[in-house]
């Protein structure tokens, strides 16, 4: 089945007269529904409950199950394209997307401020609604018209960027700019005031109590109100963190491997999930609730596990953009509670029809809110009805003139070419080498074991999945080439897997491969051609400014960031403090057998210390210089030189001296890193 090839401009016109009919609006004098919209971060289409006999999901699992379970549900490839989808209603390309990595940094450019955002849109709904956000971001901030509050969400709390550690002890990123920042923001400025910048707190811990004040805060003051929640969870990407207890529910699998790390970062989603719909229901929201639940992408490679779909994040097969998927509400009518919809989905279709579920008018949405309209179409009545079928029959996976990719999906068939067309393996879930590193403690504060309920139970399987891992899984031709003069095609409903060989598909179906070719490009044919919003201050620039704030923030609003306050005077050293510094330390003497590692520490009386490895075979700096406060109780070292070696070590490293009572007449260096030991002065 192949639809007929439609120019741009005209599909929208057509998509407005289609959709004149809402069957949930029927009832002008219902209230609208509070809506929710979750997004997990590269959770793997066999990475949760309905689809695996390993990842332990019980509080998704059962939202599913008591709701529709979208098992052909879309997304884009990776993480800032289906965000940029969800929010805008258009396919990346339509928005200017193709640009960014290609030349565009992400700290100098967004998403165009042309189009309005679904926060934005649902403020003009017939009854506003407040709209909060929690997490990650990753759609542009450089000025503050560009951070989510900017784009029409009333609160947010998280990072900018697309990538953080798990706990908040700086949320260093790998940066533009090559050094490590802080990356944590409240609704207009940098969250260094507040105490989940210093606490550590584990990023689903902190985010799931900010909900659930923000559901609590809704209900007590605003209850006359709809409100819009998007939870764009941080967790599973990448740094691979989790706390022991989730790691704990894994014991028969591996441990420090991938398995066992990814997984348990899935059940801290999950155990989240549980928190923010318990919110609802003890703050008497559920009931008028209409909660979706998507990842963003299928998982990477090695990592997370895609099975029995073909591919991997980045890549243009099914396991790259068929994602898990679910709609829960206590208003879908009972004919649908349950069930599992073989129909067809693209994230970019919740935005038109959560703007719909608010009030929002068509004209609002499909002529007034951007250059071009909406990709997205309304599914509700598809969604809620079990005879009625999607309007969705077609989806651009990726058109990308830059890079050279382009795949489209119509009726049945999936056409792909070009380059990188990324992991085409059906990649084995086994145990692999990448398990969860180090997670600072949390300070001041508790978290209590999880709750009783996540454990195995039961698992669903849709009516293509597979349970377990098979042969069949993880055979055929990894290798393909497919050319815009030899394209590959796929019966994707037939072959939801891709087993079959694509060539001799194309080879066999010439007119398919011809319908679908023209299709894409007539659809294409009106896209928006403006590029992303850029910044205008230049990257050596904002090297600049960054290295001295060391705090991702907008920057380029025509308010120069100030200033920090000058560094205070160093006191000098007295003689006797000197003489208590100098001379040689043992790391590791303390240990049982000692484990002896030997530095030279040499302190002057104008307050400069220097410490250099002697015999350290775990030491990946070569020298540490820093200074002592005057009753040489506090010292502050920063290690330098080459960074190699194990265990590794970040460039910025803090430690305190400290009265020794076991050593006699000795002092201890206590690094505030985990794997530095107490380091003993001889005397």
């Given amino acids: 089945v192949i639809v007929s090839a439609m120019p741009r401009r005209m599909a929208g016109v057509a998509v407005l007269v289609a959709q004149l009919g809402t069957s949930f609006l029927a009832a002008a004098d219902s209230p609208a529904p509070h809506l929710v919209f979750m997004l997990g971060d590269e959770i793997g289409w066999n990475n949760v409950g309905w689809h695996s006999n390993i990842s332990l999901t019980p509080q998704m699992y059962a939202l599913a199950a008591g709701g529709v379970t979208l098992d052909r549900h879309y997304v884009q490839r990776w993480c800032a394209p289906t965000r940029t989808a969800l929010m805008t209603g258009r396919y990346p390309y339509n928005v200017g997307l193709n640009e960014y990595s290609h030349g565009v940094q992400e700290e100098r450019s967004a998403v165009p401020l042309a189009f309005d955002m679904l926060p934005k849109l649902l403020k003009s709904a017939p009854v506003p609604y407040r709209t909060h956000m929690l997490a990650k971001w990753h759609l542009g901030y450089f000025t503050q018209a560009h951070t989510p509050v900017g784009r029409g969400f009333d609160s947010y709390f998280g990072f900018l960027l697309g990538q953080s550690t798990h706990d908040t002890r700086g949320s260093q990123v790998s940066h533009t700019c090559q050094i490590s920042v802080t990356d944590l923001y409240n609704s207009t400025q940098p969250a260094n005031t507040t105490p989940f910048a210093t606490n550590h707190v584990y990023n689903t811990d902190m985010y799931s109590e900010l909900a659930t004040d923000l559901i609590a805060d809704h209900a007590a003051n605003h209850a006359d109100d709809p409100f819009f929640f998007y939870m764009p969870f941080q967790n599973s ?91 829960h509400s206590a208003l879908l009518p009972p004919a649908v509670v349950g069930t599992i919809s073989e129909k067809l989905f693209h994230v970019t279709d919740w935005y038109v029809t959560l ?94 074991t999880p709750p009783s309920e996540v454990a195995p139970m039961h698992q669903a399987v849709s009516s293509d999945q597979s349970r377990g891992q098979t042969r069949a899984d993880v055979a055929g031709t990894p290798s393909i080439t497919c050319t815009a003069a030899s394209p590959c095609l796929f019966n994707v409903v037939r072959d939801p897997t891709e087993h079959e060989d694509p060539l001799h598909n194309a080879r066999s179906n010439p007119n398919v491969v011809r319908q679908l070719q023209q299709q894409l490009a007539a659809y294409t044919s009106g896209r928006y051609t403006g590029g992303l919003d850029q910044a205008v201050t230049t990257e050596d620039a904002y090297c600049r400014m960054i290295k001295t704030t060391r705090w991702v923030h907008p920057y380029d609003d025509g308010v120069q960031p100030s200033p920090p306050p000058p560094p205070s005077p160093v006191p000098p050293l007295p003689p006797a403090v000197v003489a208590k ?60 030189g080459k960074v190699s070696g194990k265990p590794p070590c970040t460039k910025d490293q803090g430690g305190t001296l400290s009265k020794d009572t076991t050593a006699p007449g000795g002092y201890s260096i206590v690094w505030t890193v985990e794997h530095w030991k107490s380091w003993i002065k001889l005397a």
């Fill in 355 to 448: 703007a719909r579920l608010g009030g929002v008018s068509l004209e609002r949405i499909h002529n007034q809110s951007g250059p071009v309209p909406p990709d997205g179409m309304d599914v509700w009545d598809a969604v809620t009805s079990p005879t009625t079928a999607s309007p969705r029959t077609m989806i651009v996976h990726e058109f990308d003139p830059i890079e050279d990719i382009y795949a489209v999906r119509s009726g049945d068939w999936k056409l792909i070419w070009g380059k990188s067309l990324g992991n085409s393996d059906w990649i084995p879930d086994v145990s692999y080498d990448t398990g969860c590193s180090y997670l600072l403690p949390p300070v001041n504060t508790t978290h209590p």
């Fill in 237 to 327: 990407h990448a740094p691979y963190q989790c706390p022991q207890r989730y790691l704990d529910l894994y014991p028969s699998l591996p441990a420090n491997k991938s398995q066992r790390c990814f997984n348990a970062m899935v059940s801290a989603v999950d155990e989240s999930v549980g928190k923010l719909v318990a919110a609802l229901k003890v703050h008497g929201l559920y009931s008028n609730t209409i909660l979706i639940y998507s990842s963003d992408n299928g998982g990477p490679a090695e990592m997370s596990n895609n099975l029995p779909l073909r591919g991997a994040k980045f890549g243009v097969f099914e396991g790259s953009f068929r994602v898990p998927a679910f709609i």
């Fill in 581 to 640: 510094i100098n001379g040689t330390w043992c790391q590791g003497c303390r240990e049982t057998p000692p484990t002896p590692e030997w530095m030279a520490v040499t302190a002057s009386g104008n307050n400069d210390i220097v410490v250099t490895p002697i015999n350290c075979t775990g030491c990946c700096w070569t020298t540490a210089k820093g200074t002592a406060s005057a009753d040489g109780k506090t010292l502050t070292l920063v290690a330098s």
